[in-house]
């Protein structure tokens, strides 16, 4: 391990955490719902994946396909959440919506449970992405490597999307003030239905991806969900910069922790969350709104 | 854990915060009477139990003085937590790991409950610059790391668990018994519910509310906002954490599943559905909890899905749980009769 293999593969764990970390803070910043459900949707799509090319020869159009699929239902799924379930408690306190959430965890937990069993299944990468390649002479995983490229692309499209599109500009408009929104004439409930699937789909990519690397189980969810919330506080909520730096920041430290200090792993994170906490409660990026970060 | 409190309290003040109602609440006797009515209830309930639903009873008082410990925070104060599961393990750990003393029962609860008064206390500093978003993500945090420690520290046996924790005698009678462990743990959780009504009702308690209903105006008038959130918070941990010692000797073992974060789900769950703003409301709540665990989809592959739209519908339909139905229910019944 040298410190360039131990970088690409930090920010290569980083990635499905911003993934998932930028969909959650997205819904906060623009809807003001801290999603608990977020982290099923995660796993949905991991389990979507696992069916979709463990049913055949992994290649690379199963893959994409997989990928993309896993994206485009847990995106529905957010929708659905949004429509029956999320609009109607809009006008309630922050405590109802995070219970309301929770219990549509633990459905979604309990139907993926129903269908995909309780055990915990593992696939294959294509071929082609399985192997490793040289870079300044150290070996690097290509999967990390296309990790890698994914959350740039992600990242990228969600600045130009928020702050170059008129669809990022009413979603900006919305976070600002949603009833001043309503009144220059934008049609505020289709935006936070938007919002809501983009959000999910995040979650449901960075599920199907990560899918290949781990064992997908319908518990999976538990300890992801609780460290892209982490990663959403500590990166400031509402803040996709934030969530973006604090997901880079934890894949690294963790990654360096696997390669130097042992005896960290696992644990990294929570030293982190707790001196970010400390120094700055706000977060990171806290203070910084939706789109201006 | 603070609201932007922009003015915080005068330094001085020392006399009860609010004057109003303390002067009845002296000579309340809520905090004796409900209590003895709670202990007869279930006591009847248990001895015309068959054995299997004596277990689940038993087990459900246990609940009942956690999820009142989780009212404190939620319903009382207002403070929001996900991962009350923490204190309520690391009561049940502390008495595991000293199985091998001879100090008896009474001693371990108080051992439970003091180092999770520590550990809550040590939280709520850590937590009282945050918002109250932010700091129930932190106690969910907090609630994982304990969770995890289990796993990671030798002494505490990972997936196994401790197990062999003995009941021990208290005044010399032998607990051991599940008649004996009955009255033992249901005069122990009644004294302790007595306990927290009596605070509940105290110039304390009506401060808790006022932080509760507004923590901008409660510090305007004098209540010192902070320090009272943090000593709601070590109540509640300290309950919890006595609880969690008598759930260990209740079952005599203790694995890393009291501390999880789906159990941090289920007391909330409890709580809820009783109904947070009365105090007897998750106590309640938690009691049918367990039956219904235990009754309806206990066994069941399904229960997770069942547990999400039982909340759900909580949630949505009943936001105010069991206690607010009945008492819209009676307000129904009120205005007809006098309709007539």
């Given amino acids: 391990m040298t410190l360039l293999s131990t970088l690409i593969s930090g920010v290569a764990y980083g990635v499905p955490l911003f993934l998932v970390a930028s969909g959650l803070t997205l819904i906060y910043g623009v809807i003001g719902v801290l999603n608990f459900a977020h982290g099923s949707f995660f796993v949905v799509g991991a389990l979507l994946a696992t069916t979709i090319i463990g049913s055949t020869v992994p290649t690379v159009p199963t893959f994409i396909i997989a990928v993309l699929a896993g994206a485009a239902v847990v995106a529905a799924l957010g929708m659905l959440t949004e429509t029956t379930v999320v609009r109607h408690l809009y006008r309630r306190d922050h405590i109802t919506m995070l219970l309301a959430t929770f219990a549509i965890l633990l459905i979604v937990e309990g139907a993926a449970e129903g269908i995909w069993g309780n055990s915990s299944r593992a696939i294959n990468k294509p071929e082609i992405l399985s192997g490793s390649t040289q870079i300044l002479g150290t070996t690097v995983p290509l999967y990390d490597i296309l990790l890698v490229i994914v959350g740039a692309v992600v990242a990228i499209g969600l600045f130009l999307l928020i702050n170059k599109s008129t669809f990022g500009r009413s979603v900006r408009a919305i976070a600002q003030d949603q009833v001043m929104g309503e009144a220059v004439g934008l049609n505020t409930k289709r935006v936070m239905l938007l919002v809501f699937g983009l959000g999910s789909a995040l979650a449901g990519l960075a599920g199907a991806l990560i899918a290949p690397n781990v064992s997908v189980s319908p518990s999976l969810g538990h300890a992801f969900i609780l460290q892209s919330f982490a990663i959403v506080i500590i990166g400031g909520l509402g803040s996709v910069t934030g969530s973006l730096v604090a997901a880079l920041l934890v894949g690294v430290s963790e990654a360096f922790a696997v390669a130097y200090a042992t005896y960290l792993t696992g644990f990294t994170f929570y030293i982190l969350v707790a001196i970010i906490l400390l120094v700055r409660p706000r977060g990171l990026l806290g203070s910084a709104k939706l789109g201006r970060a | ?340």
């Fill in chain 2, 1 to 340: 854990m603070s609201v932007p409190v922009r003015n915080p309290a005068p330094p001085k003040s020392t006399a009860p915060p609010l004057e109003t109602g303390s002067s009845r609440s002296r000579f309340d006797l809520r905090p004796i009477y409900e209590p003895l009515i709670f202990l007869s209830a279930t006591t009847v309930a248990y001895f015309v139990m068959p054995p299997n639903m004596q277990y689940v009873l038993g087990i459900a008082v246990i609940y009942a003085l956690l999820a009142t410990s989780l009212g404190v925070l939620f319903g009382w104060t207002g403070i929001y937590t996900f991962g009350h599961a923490a204190f309520f393990g690391i009561g049940a750990y502390a008495t595991a790991l000293l199985k091998e003393q001879a100090w008896g029962p009474l001693a371990f609860l108080g051992i439970s409950a003091v180092v999770a008064v520590i550990a809550a206390m040590l939280i709520g500093l850590i937590g009282q610059r945050l918002a109250k978003v932010e700091f129930a993500m932190l106690t969910m945090i907090v609630g994982q790391i304990a969770y995890l420690l289990t796993f990671r520290v030798p002494a505490l046996q990972g997936d196994n668990g401790i197990y062999g924790i003995p009941r021990g005698d208290v005044f010399g009678i032998d607990i051991t018994p599940p008649a004996s462990f009955w009255w033992y743990s249901i005069i122990v959780v009644a004294i302790v519910m007595g306990v927290l009504r009596r605070i509940h009702l105290s110039a304390f308690g009506e401060s808790l509310n006022a932080i509760r209903d507004d923590a901008v105006k409660a510090a305007a008038i004098g209540i010192p906002v902070k320090s009272l959130r943090l000593a709601a918070f070590g109540l509640a941990g300290g309950v919890a954490g006595l609880a969690g010692g008598l759930f260990a000797q209740q079952g005599s073992i203790v694995t890393p599943s009291t501390l999880s974060f789906a159990f941090s789900g289920q007391i909330i769950i409890m709580a809820l559905l009783g109904g947070m703003m009365g105090f007897w409301g998750p106590a309640l709540g938690a009691i049918l909890f367990q039956f219904i665990n235990a009754l309806v989809f206990g066994n069941s592959p399904h229960g997770t899905l069942v547990l999400g739209i039982i909340l759900l519908a909580v949630v949505m339909l009943f936001p105010s749980g069991v206690l607010g139905a009945l008492a819209r229910l009676r307000d129904l019944l009120m205005r007809t009769r006098s309709k007539r």
